[in-house]
């Protein structure tokens, strides 16, 4: 019998329930300790078929009354996410959580970002917050202080007042998460730029060099609010200004949809003109 012929659109719609839920709860372990808690489950499932395949009995034996119980084990490792689930489901907000594609998520980490920078810039408290887009910075990541906390304006400012001991490093944001604060980061190497800017700007044009990132630069100096991206620096006027830009950026946002009129103010300025 041929399977293409019997292969119903119930079986195709099937499927793609099964790959969207699949794909919504890898995303809710994603960057949290179930993470790892599932992906030792997976090891022991390895384990035990590796055990039936070479015959040995007294490991499987050993598997098969693990197994006897993983519902328990499995609600007892997973209590968390289960009842945040349930909460979910009982507040009606599933079928949003389902097929959110973190647009949204992302879209509000944006705007934190850009009140955060606008707040510091006032008070001229140097900082510097990289955005990830596609290249993954866990490399570096692991050289600051791990976090995972959500964005919000109050927690940037906090990390970058004089008196904390991070202020002086980078904060990487994946998503809508502070992954990681008090980071080092690659120096640009690059001869063209000029030598009034400092480290903090070296940083920020660097790590736009080695990866697709984004980097929010406040100059402690001036205040200045000024973007890396793709290792060129572009000033920034306003709060208004860097939350567009970075909509275009890191959202995807159509440049004349995201704001036509503030355009002219993503002109690249030249090293000359900048003080550090």
Same mark, same amino acid.
């Given at each position: 019998?041929?399977?293409?012929?019997?292969?119903?659109?119930?079986? !195709?719609?099937?499927?793609?329930?099964?790959?969207?839920?699949?794909?919504?709860?890898?995303?809710?372990?994603?960057?949290?300790?179930?993470?790892?808690?599932? @992906?030792?489950?997976?090891?022991?499932?390895?384990?035990?078929?590796?055990?039936?395949?070479?015959?040995?009995?007294?490991?499987?034996?050993?598997?098969?009354?693990?197994?006897?119980?993983?519902?328990?084990?499995?609600?007892?490792?997973?209590?968390?996410? /289960?009842?945040?689930?349930?909460?979910?489901?009982?507040?009606?907000?599933?079928?949003?959580?389902?097929?959110?594609?973190? !647009?949204?998520?992302?879209?509000? #980490?944006?705007?934190?970002? #850009?009140?955060?920078?606008?707040?510091? !810039?006032?008070?001229?408290?140097?900082?510097? @917050?990289?955005?990830?887009?596609?290249?993954?910075?866990?490399?570096?990541?692991?050289?600051?202080?791990?976090?995972? +906390?959500?964005?919000?304006?109050?927690?940037?400012?906090?990390?970058?007042?004089?008196?904390?001991?991070?202020?002086?490093?980078?904060? /990487?944001?994946?998503?809508?998460?502070?992954?990681?604060?008090?980071?080092?980061?690659?120096?640009?190497?690059?001869?063209? $730029?000029?030598?009034?800017?400092?480290?903090?700007?070296?940083?920020?044009?660097?790590?736009?060099?080695?990866?697709?990132?984004? +980097?929010?630069?406040?100059?402690?100096?001036?205040?200045?609010?000024?973007?890396? $991206?793709?290792?060129?620096?572009?000033?920034?006027?306003?709060? !208004?200004?860097?939350?567009?830009?970075? %909509?275009? /950026?890191?959202?995807?946002?159509?440049?004349?949809?995201?704001?036509?009129?503030? %355009?002219?103010?993503?002109?690249?300025?030249?090293?000359?003109?900048?003080?550090?």
């Amino acid at each position: 019998m041929n399977v293409v012929s019997v292969f119903r659109w119930k079986d !195709a719609l099937d499927v793609l329930i099964v790959a969207v839920v699949v794909y919504r709860i890898l995303v809710m372990m994603k960057g949290t300790r179930s993470a790892q808690m599932a @992906i030792g489950l997976v090891a022991l499932l390895a384990a035990a078929f590796a055990a039936s395949s070479l015959d040995l009995y007294s490991t499987q034996w050993l598997f098969d009354h693990v197994w006897s119980f993983w519902v328990v084990v499995v609600v007892v490792l997973f209590q968390p996410e /289960l009842r945040r689930a349930l909460s979910r489901i009982g507040q009606g907000r599933w079928l949003g959580t389902v097929f959110d594609s973190g !647009a949204a998520r992302r879209g509000r #980490a944006v705007e934190e970002v #850009a009140r955060a920078a606008a707040r510091l !810039a006032e008070r001229q408290a140097g900082a510097l @917050i990289i955005v990830e887009r596609t290249s993954g910075l866990r490399q570096y990541a692991e050289l600051g202080v791990a976090l995972d +906390a959500l964005v919000s304006a109050d927690l940037l400012e906090s990390l970058f007042v004089f008196a904390s001991p991070l202020h002086d490093g980078a904060v /990487l944001v994946q998503g809508d998460r502070v992954v990681a604060a008090g980071c080092f980061l690659p120096l640009s190497r690059s001869t063209s $730029v000029s030598r009034a800017f400092g480290t903090r700007h070296r940083a920020a044009l660097g790590i736009s060099e080695e990866s697709d990132a984004v +980097a929010v630069v406040v100059s402690e100096e001036t205040g200045r609010l000024s973007l890396a $991206v793709d290792g060129r620096l572009e000033p920034m006027l306003d709060e !208004a200004a860097l939350a567009t830009r970075l %909509g275009v /950026l890191v959202e995807g946002r159509t440049p004349g949809r995201a704001s036509a009129v503030r %355009g002219s103010r993503w002109r690249l300025l030249a090293p000359s003109q900048w003080i550090r």
